[in-house]
């Protein structure tokens, strides 16, 4: 079993930048496929950037793809999510998640082990 914990949201400026982590606990994290998703107010949850469990395989939204970078460093159990050139519209909660079935999925389906999320607010 794996749990999760956000960390590095916060208030930042348009176009300006910032750096989310994903601290993960469990025997599992290195074997699982690990994303960020944000759900704005009104709005579903959608998949922002996912990444296999050894790093190799990367997935964007096209909303993000060019401005944001996930990566993960499976010796800290830790996942990032660096976001640049950030938009009002990136305002939203983020949460990681990560995946006990898969070790590589873009479905937030599979995805069963979520964070609390951490509130991102980009001031316009």
């Known amino acids: 079993q794996v749990q999760v914990v956000e960390s590095g949201g916060g208030l930042v400026q348009a176009g300006g930048s910032q750096k989310l982590s994903c601290a993960a606990s469990?025997?599992?994290?290195?074997?699982?496929?690990m994303g960020w998703f944000r759900q704005a107010p009104g709005k579903e949850r959608e998949v922002v950037a996912t990444?296999?469990?050894?790093?190799?395989?990367?997935y964007y939204a096209d909303s993000v793809k060019g401005r944001f970078t996930i990566s993960r460093d499976n010796a800290k159990n830790t996942g990032y999510l660096q976001m640049n050139s950030l938009k009002a519209e990136d305002t939203a909660v983020y949460y990681c998640?990560?995946?006990?079935?898969?070790?590589?999925?873009?479905?937030?389906?599979?995805?069963?082990?979520w964070g609390q999320g951490t509130q991102v607010t980009v001031s316009s």
């Open positions: 469990g025997r599992t994290f290195s074997s699982s496929a």
């Open positions: 998640a990560a995946s006990s079935i898969a070790s590589w999925s873009t479905n937030q389906r599979d995805y069963d082990y």
């Open positions: 990444i296999s469990r050894n790093g190799y395989a990367t």
